[in-house]
Protein backbone atom coordinates (compact mmCIF):
# COMPACT_ATOMS: atom_id res chain seq x y z
CA UNK A 1 0.00 0.00 0.00
CA UNK A 2 1.52 3.61 -1.05
CA UNK A 3 2.08 5.85 2.11
CA UNK A 4 0.42 9.13 1.10
CA UNK A 5 2.79 12.58 0.74
CA UNK A 6 2.78 14.51 4.11
CA UNK A 7 2.89 18.07 2.78
CA UNK A 8 0.61 21.36 3.21
CA UNK A 9 -2.81 20.46 2.09
CA UNK A 10 -4.17 23.09 -0.67
CA UNK A 11 -7.23 24.09 1.40
CA UNK A 12 -6.39 24.30 5.12
CA UNK A 13 -2.56 24.86 4.26
CA UNK A 14 -1.52 22.46 7.40
CA UNK A 15 0.95 19.96 7.07
CA UNK A 16 -0.72 16.79 7.05
CA UNK A 17 -0.79 13.34 4.80
CA UNK A 18 -2.23 14.19 1.24
CA UNK A 19 -4.32 12.87 -1.22
CA UNK A 20 -5.67 13.54 -4.57
CA UNK A 21 -8.96 14.77 -5.13
CA UNK A 22 -10.18 13.54 -7.96
CA UNK A 23 -14.54 13.92 -8.93
CA UNK A 24 -16.29 11.62 -9.23
CA UNK A 25 -19.22 12.37 -11.69
CA UNK A 26 -20.37 12.95 -15.62
CA UNK A 27 -22.41 15.48 -17.36
CA UNK A 28 -24.96 15.77 -19.52
CA UNK A 29 -24.52 18.94 -22.15
CA UNK A 30 -22.69 21.73 -21.30
CA UNK A 31 -22.19 21.45 -17.43
CA UNK A 32 -19.11 20.18 -17.51
CA UNK A 33 -17.60 23.73 -18.86
CA UNK A 34 -19.21 25.46 -15.64
CA UNK A 35 -18.28 22.90 -13.10
CA UNK A 36 -16.10 24.15 -10.39
CA UNK A 37 -14.52 20.41 -10.26
CA UNK A 38 -14.31 20.09 -14.38
CA UNK A 39 -12.67 23.44 -15.02
CA UNK A 40 -9.76 23.06 -12.60
CA UNK A 41 -6.02 23.63 -14.25
CA UNK A 42 -4.82 20.67 -11.56
CA UNK A 43 -6.92 18.67 -9.15
CA UNK A 44 -5.76 19.81 -5.26
CA UNK A 45 -4.09 17.86 -2.70
CA UNK A 46 -6.02 18.08 0.41
CA UNK A 47 -5.53 16.36 3.88
CA UNK A 48 -8.74 13.77 5.20
CA UNK A 49 -11.23 16.28 6.83
CA UNK A 50 -10.97 19.16 3.27
CA UNK A 51 -11.05 15.41 1.05
CA UNK A 52 -14.21 15.01 3.03
CA UNK A 53 -16.07 18.48 2.70
CA UNK A 54 -14.68 19.00 -1.39
CA UNK A 55 -16.23 15.57 -1.34
CA UNK A 56 -19.50 16.00 0.09
CA UNK A 57 -19.80 19.41 -1.32
CA UNK A 58 -19.33 17.51 -4.42
CA UNK A 59 -22.57 15.06 -3.70
CA UNK A 60 -24.54 17.70 -2.92
CA UNK A 61 -24.15 19.67 -6.41
CA UNK A 62 -27.79 20.47 -7.32
CA UNK A 63 -26.77 20.30 -11.38
CA UNK A 64 -24.81 17.07 -11.04
CA UNK A 65 -27.39 15.66 -9.12
CA UNK A 66 -29.88 16.56 -12.01
CA UNK A 67 -27.44 15.16 -14.75
CA UNK A 68 -27.33 12.01 -12.75
CA UNK A 69 -30.97 12.02 -12.23
CA UNK A 70 -31.31 12.63 -16.03
CA UNK A 71 -28.92 9.70 -17.15
CA UNK A 72 -30.16 7.21 -14.71
CA UNK A 73 -33.84 8.22 -16.48
CA UNK A 74 -31.86 7.52 -19.97
CA UNK A 75 -30.45 4.46 -19.05
CA UNK A 76 -33.64 2.99 -17.73
CA UNK A 77 -35.55 3.55 -20.93
CA UNK A 78 -32.90 2.13 -22.88
CA UNK A 79 -33.02 -0.56 -21.05
CA UNK A 80 -36.67 -0.55 -21.67
CA UNK A 81 -36.27 -0.39 -25.29
CA UNK A 82 -33.89 -3.37 -25.77
CA UNK A 83 -36.27 -5.40 -23.65
CA UNK A 84 -38.81 -4.42 -26.03
CA UNK A 85 -36.81 -5.53 -28.73
CA UNK A 86 -35.69 -8.60 -27.57
CA UNK A 87 -38.95 -9.39 -26.70
CA UNK A 88 -40.30 -8.54 -30.39
CA UNK A 89 -37.31 -10.52 -31.84
CA UNK A 90 -38.27 -13.74 -29.61
CA UNK A 91 -41.52 -12.79 -30.85
CA UNK A 92 -40.93 -12.77 -34.32
CA UNK A 93 -38.56 -15.72 -33.82
CA UNK A 94 -41.04 -18.09 -32.48
CA UNK A 95 -43.76 -17.23 -35.25
CA UNK A 96 -40.89 -17.67 -38.14
CA UNK A 97 -40.65 -21.58 -36.36
CA UNK A 98 -43.79 -21.85 -36.27
CA UNK A 99 -44.90 -21.16 -39.77
CA UNK A 100 -41.62 -23.46 -40.91
CA UNK A 101 -42.89 -26.21 -38.97
CA UNK A 102 -46.65 -25.93 -40.27
CA UNK A 103 -45.28 -25.71 -43.54
CA UNK A 104 -43.04 -28.98 -43.12
CA UNK A 105 -46.18 -30.54 -41.92
CA UNK A 106 -48.53 -29.43 -44.93
CA UNK A 107 -45.82 -30.68 -47.43
Known sequence: MTQPI???CDHCK??????????EHGHLGVGMFTCRWC?????PLLCV??????KQ????????NEDA???AKICATNARI???E????????GIAAATQQAEGSAS
Open 86 to 93: EADKAICE
Open 57 to 64: LEDNDPSI
Open 69 to 71: ETM
Open 39 to 43: MRDKQ
Open 14 to 23: QTRPLFLYEP
Open 6 to 8: EAR
Open 49 to 54: RCWGAE
Open 82 to 84: IAR
